[in-house]
């Protein structure tokens, strides 16, 4: 079994020790008191083991390509890209002014080419407005990504604003987590987006780690485009940035990692297969059955209430 975990591992063991620590507290606090229930202890041991499955979960155990793995073929894997889609999903992606639609359809189209264009690279998708999320972590499964990817919808505007680097840290993160997991691998970083013109939000700033970014290209969208923005988080990640024609394909504007070819041949892999979905269904049990004996107990509590009145 190997993990590839979406996180650094050593914030999972940290997570881990602090809710067995917390448990622990609590239930020597439990067992001082007079008259406690078992099933009190049972129920608190439930939650604690869905909060242990989860944290299991991420950090994505799988089974296969091990120790059985081929030398040569591990050696190839290790030299695929990780690509990081960093996509600005704000209401100005709603814009209707790149081409002959919206910017965020031409998003859309633009990262689907670009898998495409990496046909055996890792894939990693963070989107943003005023704040970051992780909606894919790094993975080979571009075929499962596609659908993700096609239901990007730019989100409601916001009081706050948005933040053209807001997935900064996320970014960060990933790109030292992606680190320890394929050290040979070259991190490509691509963004998409308008630049958050016309934001009065305070605008971040990208700091990778020095070395984590190999490559990439920051792509900008729409007529009345953010150009020193875009120019300057270019800047920020190392890479160049390239306002994007509709008519051309975003594969020609695709800068190359140093020693990665676009489309790589072919390698030959063991068969893995994740785990996390058994941690996350076992853990999904675990709070449901919780959830039902709350409901229970509030509708016992009610019912006992109005007998009182009656």
Do not use: C
């Not at 730019?154 to 050290?183: C, D, F, K």
């Amino acid at each position: 079994m190997t993990f590839s975990p979406v996180v650094p591992p050593a914030l999972l063991l940290a997570v881990a020790v602090v809710a067995l620590l917390l448990r622990l507290i609590t239930m020597g606090q439990l067992a001082r008191r007079s008259g406690h229930r078992w099933t009190t202890v049972w129920r608190w041991s439930g939650l604690t083991l869905a909060v242990l499955l989860m944290l299991i979960a991420a950090a994505r155990p799988t089974l296969g390509g091990g120790d059985g793995a081929d030398p040569g073929a591990a050696a190839a894997a290790d030299d695929v890209p990780n690509i990081f889609l960093l996509v600005d999903r704000s209401a100005d992606t709603a814009v209707a002014d790149h081409g002959d639609g919206p910017r965020i359809d031409g998003i859309r189209d633009d990262v689907t080419a670009l898998i495409d264009h990496y046909p055996q690279a890792r894939f990693a998708l963070i989107t943003f407005a005023a704040r970051p999320s992780l909606e894919w972590p790094l993975s080979e499964d571009a075929w499962s990504l596609a659908p993700t990817i096609a239901g990007v919808r730019p989100l409601p505007a916001e009081e706050v604003g948005v933040n053209a680097a807001a997935a900064s840290n996320v970014l960060r993160y990933q790109l030292i987590a992606a680190g320890q997991r394929t050290p040979g691998a070259p991190n490509l970083v691509f963004y998409f987006g308008p630049g958050a013109p016309g934001s009065k939000a305070p605008q971040g700033e990208f700091e990778p780690v020095p070395g984590s970014v190999d490559g990439g290209a920051v792509f900008g969208y729409g007529a009345a485009r953010d150009d020193a923005g875009l120019q300057r988080i270019a800047d920020q990640l190392g890479v160049p940035y390239v306002p994007r024609d509709p008519a051309q394909p975003v594969g020609d504007a695709a800068p190359e990692a140093a020693g990665v070819a676009a489309g790589p041949a072919p390698v030959e892999r063991a068969d893995r297969t994740d785990l996390y979905w058994v941690f996350t269904l076992a853990a999904a049990v675990l709070l449901l059955f919780e959830i039902f004996l709350n409901l229970r107990e509030y509708r016992a509590a009610r019912t006992a209430r109005r007998e009182v009145t009656l």
